[in-house]
């Protein structure tokens, strides 16, 4: 997509589960000298309970409202570094103010194998998604639905085989945005 104006006040980095979202997130913000906010941890603070309890017990649709509303809140506070959901993106509203003046997205591409790799490696918290008999296969299903969502985004960055930093310069050098040393 288009370059993004210098004015960018917001950074939301949004792909697949396992793309390297949070990791890339803090980093981003440390070389910006801006707060970072994982969205999936400030719902879980939001609602009191993981987001494997708020899946089973209000269902997805009911996670998706607060997720959306979490979000849209994060992204009044600014300067902000965002890690999005997996899914966050591909709601309409969510979407739209993350392609709004003032925002950049980021789409980090990563191969399912990948993901699947990062998410075993990880001690983070279980996958609502990815509670089923072959978790790859599913990985791959999710990433086929949600691709062409994600690539609406302002930049894709492909995070396979690539460090943290290598990311972070990338993304700061495509947007055009400055950042403190």
């Known amino acids: 997509m288009t370059t993004p104006r ?7 980095l949004t792909g697949p589960m396992g793309s390297g979202k949070s990791a890339v997130g803090r980093a981003l913000a440390r070389a910006l000298g801006w707060p970072f906010v ?3 941890e400030a719902i879980v ?4 309970k993981p987001i494997a309890a708020i899946f089973a017990d209000s269902g997805e649709a009911a996670f998706r409202q607060l997720e959306r509303e979490t979000i849209a809140d994060l992204l009044e506070q600014r300067p902000l570094v965002l890690a999005l959901g997996g899914g966050a993106f591909l709601d309409p509203e969510t979407r739209a103010r993350c392609l709004a003046p ?5 789409y980090l591409a990563t191969r ?11 001690n983070g918290p279980a996958r ?4 089923v008999d072959d978790p790859l296969e599913q990985l791959r299903s999710i990433l086929e639905q949600r ?6 985004a ?7 085989e690539r460090s943290v930093p290598e990311l972070v310069r990338g993304i700061l050098e495509r947007a055009g945005i400055g950042h403190r040393r």
């Not at 210098?6 to 939301?12: L, P, Q, S």
């Not at 003032?102 to 980021?106: F, Q």
């Not at 609502?128 to 509670?131: C, G, I």
């Not at 691709?147 to 609406?152: A, S």
């Open 6 to 12: 210098a004015d960018v006040r917001a950074i939301a």
């Open 38 to 40: 994982d969205a999936d």
């Open 45 to 48: 603070e939001r609602a009191g």
């Open 102 to 106: 003032g925002c950049l997205s980021v």
């Open 112 to 122: 399912p194998e990948t993901s699947w790799r990062r998410i075993r490696a990880g």
């Open 128 to 131: 609502p998604l990815l509670q």
């Open 147 to 152: 691709r062409p969502l994600y690539e609406q």
């Open 154 to 160: 302002h930049l894709t960055v492909c995070t396979d």
